[in-house]
């Protein structure tokens, strides 16, 4: 048990499908993110909420739209998918008072475009 | 900006062998460093951190220690087995004004074979 909860573990889409990605987390955390990881790529960073506010879009095409609601419930809605979405997508979330703290991550949800 | 860089993997060894990854970092404050894990069909787990220089961070028979002085952050077990197969991510954190920044190094995905 991590703290970090995603669902669901696996999405299998076609590209005109519409699908929500969701994060949970039962830390007491006031950030949270999204990453993007792909087969032999390093981790990227999507977008960044603190305290419910947007303070970082890494250049994300506008097919991923984040949503979050509150400091414990993040959303990634996708519409219009391509193929090379396909990846693993990780939720973490942090306490951001100073510099100390680590993120925790979720178990990520494996998402295929067909 | 910051930056971490790892060895390139993947590292293979025979069980009870020693292990080093190497980190090295670059940035402009005071970071914060991490090392951590991802086993298959996981996210990241945090194996261990350190906040300050000279300080240890260990956790399951692995160690890191913050060096100042070379940037370095370099991970260690004294004897690794299979169960350690995974791949180790080092990262640093730091402050600004929106919040706490995370950069990761690429993983090095390390086999341990019995």
């Known amino acids: 048990e991590t703290g970090v909860t995603q669902t669901p573990r696996h999405l299998v889409m076609g590209m005109t499908n519409k699908k929500s990605l969701k994060c949970e987390q039962h830390l007491g955390h006031n950030a949270m993110y999204w990453y993007k990881q792909s087969a032999k790529k390093p981790l990227e960073l999507m977008f960044v909420y603190n305290f419910k506010e947007q303070t970082e879009n890494n250049s994300v095409p506008s097919r991923f739209s984040p949503e979050c609601p509150n400091s414990s419930h993040l959303f990634l809605h996708l519409h219009t998918l391509q193929p090379e979405d396909s990846a693993l997508y990780l939720c973490?979330?942090?306490?951001?008072?100073?510099?100390?703290?680590?993120?925790?991550f979720g178990d990520g949800t494996r998402l295929s475009i067909l | 900006g910051n930056s971490v860089t790892q060895m390139e993997g993947p590292v293979t060894l025979s069980e009870e062998a020693f292990l080093t990854i190497n980190c090295t970092y670059t940035?402009?404050?005071?970071?914060?460093l991490f090392w951590y894990v991802q086993y298959p069909g996981e996210g990241l787990q945090l194996l261990l951190k350190?906040?300050?220089?000279?300080d240890k961070g260990s956790n399951k028979g692995f160690e890191a220690t913050y060096r100042k002085e070379t940037t370095s952050f370099h991970l260690e077990k004294g004897s690794v087995q299979v169960s350690d197969s995974a791949v180790y991510f080092c990262a640093l954190s730091d402050q600004d004004n929106y919040g706490q920044n995370f950069v990761f190094g690429p993983g090095t995905r390390l086999s341990v074979l019995p």
């Open positions: 973490a979330s942090s306490q951001t008072q100073g510099n100390r703290q680590p993120q925790h």
């Open positions: 940035a402009t404050g005071y970071p914060s």
């Open positions: 350190a906040t300050k220089a000279d």
